[in-house]
């Protein structure tokens, strides 16, 4: 009997889940508007799909299976996909490490202060690139704040590794919360009763119950470090084989190659699809 | 409560329709795309022309050459460009987007050391320091010159040892290539890099900088040129034009462009 309840609210904690990552709930009900309003809002929604396909696809027009053939023959293109690579390989698990304790912590206790938190680690999240990249020179930098602390860490491949982590830390660690703290209390309660100590309770019911919330996390977090580019150029700067990504090699060669760049960038579309469609369609609760 | 979302909904609407026919009816202005070392004396210039000029305004755009070019090749509108090297003004020329091309003003490299640093005498004791280089891409103008004038040097030394020693100290010296000559003297301003190589133009005295000058003899002439596009109007003539004038050529002169006889 304790089971069955358990079960059911696991359930309807779930949906709710997806609901409140991805869709909007009010707009689950589209009959529960009046008639115009209904045309209204398919109309806008078929205009912004338009808008979006019509910018995405002028890249695939633009670009020749050839072209996509040459990229991969290029040096300085093979070493722009080691690098993004593998600096993305080590800040998710960067990431990973220092999110999942941090979104657990602020999503238990609702405290005063996680408030203040919350906001400080917002902020990295809407910094526009620029700033990001020039706070990181002044702090990272040889007159930085930090500078005693470290050795000169802008133009190196550590650099590029604090930017990521930089942006990917405080998405990672929002979406987590969210999926965390929409997990039924009576399931936590009843750990809580059973026993559960501080490291079960994060190992053995959140996470489990928000595999959904931890994948699409991690995802939507690399995808954007992976696209990062204003500040990687300002704090990471661009140079081939060490800190030069596969974004600031799209822009390198936009300025020399366009038909490269489209190409590559053809090539980055496709590749930021792939986890997206798993997010979508694979990942089940 | 729908009433609500439709009339918000339909003001956006509204909103955004203003907005474009705004943007469309606002009066046109010169558009200028010109290389970013030239921003010191270009914004000066600017300001006298439209001072002179009351109903002509000036919109410049300020980016490495290659940034420019390929803007441009791309559509983007201009009535006037100001590259740092002939080279991307000769390809829009082939390609009949660009007409004229005249030299207007002339530079060269310097190295710069942020202050910090010991102040090095010559590229050799910089390339036998272990200063972090930043240099421009080398398909920015500064790069591409940083590059010739390195060569240069190189060829000047016999010794081919030393000469291999050199270049390999000159490649690991260089951290970033970045993508216009100022972002090169602002990263070394603040102390993101020890040393860089830009345009004499771009560095005017400063606490944060030292200057190190590098010989005739190896250093190169950067010749700044100036081209008008295919449906340039009238007014932006008078601006080719006004470039060209001894006013303009008085504040390029001093900025520390090196000046070119003007013949037309």
Do not use: C, W
């Not at chain 1, 939507?220 to 030069?244: C, D, H, P, W, Y």
């Not at chain 2, 600017?46 to 009351?54: G, S």
């Not at chain 2, 410049?60 to 441009?72: K, M, R, T, V």
């Amino acid at each position: 009997m304790s089971e069955n309840i358990f079960l059911e609210t696991e359930k309807q904690n779930s949906s709710y889940q997806k609901a409140a990552l991805f869709s909007p709930a009010y707009f689950n009900d589209l009959k529960s508007f009046s008639f115009p309003a209904q045309i209204l809002i398919i109309l806008i929604a078929a205009l912004n799909m338009i808008f979006i396909a019509f910018v995405i696809s002028s890249l695939f027009i633009e670009s020749s299976v050839a072209d996509i053939i040459n990229v991969f023959s290029s040096v300085n293109i093979l070493s722009a996909f080691k690098i993004t690579f593998f600096s993305l390989g080590i800040s998710a698990s960067l990431t990973v490490l220092l999110g999942i304790p941090f979104s657990y912590l602020i999503s238990r206790r609702n405290q005063y202060i996680n408030k203040i938190l919350n906001i400080l680690i917002s902020l990295p999240l809407l910094l526009p690139p620029s700033i990001t990249g020039l706070a990181l020179l002044l702090s990272f930098g040889n007159r930085g704040i930090l500078s005693s602390l470290t050795s000169n860490l802008a133009f190196s491949f550590a650099g590029l590794v604090i930017v990521q982590l930089f942006v990917m830390l405080p998405l990672f660690t929002l979406t987590l919360k969210n999926s965390f703290s929409s997990i039924d209390e009576n399931i936590i309660e009843a750990a809580v009763v059973e026993g559960a100590a501080e490291n079960d309770l994060l190992f053995k019911v959140y996470l489990p119950l928000s595999l959904r919330g931890f994948t699409t996390a991690l995802i939507i977090s690399v995808l954007r470090a992976a696209g990062e580019f204003g500040a990687t150029i300002i704090f990471a700067g661009n140079m081939s084989g060490k800190t030069q990504t596969l974004t600031t090699a799209i822009y390198s060669l936009t300025q020399t190659n366009l038909s490269q760049a489209v190409a590559l960038a053809v090539i980055m579309i496709s590749a930021f699809l792939l986890p997206l469609f798993l997010v979508e369609f694979r990942i089940k609760d | 409560m729908e009433k609500i979302k439709i009339s918000l909904i339909l003001s956006f609407i509204i909103l955004i329709l203003i907005v474009f026919t705004l943007q469309t009816s606002a009066a046109a202005a010169i558009r200028v795309m010109a290389a970013a070392s030239l921003q010191e004396p270009l914004n000066e210039i600017k300001e006298k022309f439209e001072i002179e000029n009351t109903n002509s305004e000036l919109e410049i755009n300020y980016a490495g050459s290659q940034a420019l070019f390929s803007q441009i090749k791309l559509g983007v509108e201009f009535d006037l460009f100001l590259s740092a090297n002939l080279h991307y003004l000769d390809q829009l020329k082939k390609e009949n987007l660009v007409t004229k091309d005249k030299i207007f003003a002339k530079n060269e490299l310097i190295i710069i050391i942020n202050s910090r640093n010991k102040k090095v005498a010559n590229l050799k004791q910089l390339l036998n320091s272990d200063y972090s280089l930043l240099i421009g891409a080398e398909s920015v103008p500064v790069g591409d010159y940083t590059v010739k004038m390195f060569n240069q040097y190189l060829k000047s030394i016999s010794n081919k040892e030393k000469r291999q020693k050199l270049k390999n100290n000159f490649d690991s010296a260089v951290v970033s290539r970045e993508f216009d000559v100022k972002s090169v003297l602002n990263k070394v301003k603040l102390g993101a890099a020890e040393a860089g190589i830009v345009y004499l133009s771009d560095y005017n005295q400063d606490e944060n900088l030292h200057k190190v000058e590098i010989p005739a003899e190896y250093n190169i002439e950067a010749s700044y040129y100036l081209g008008l596009s295919q449906q340039s109007q009238t007014e932006a003539v008078k601006f080719y034009n006004y470039i060209l004038s001894p006013t303009a050529q008085e504040i390029f002169a001093k900025y520390n462009f090196k000046q070119v006889k003007i013949n037309e």
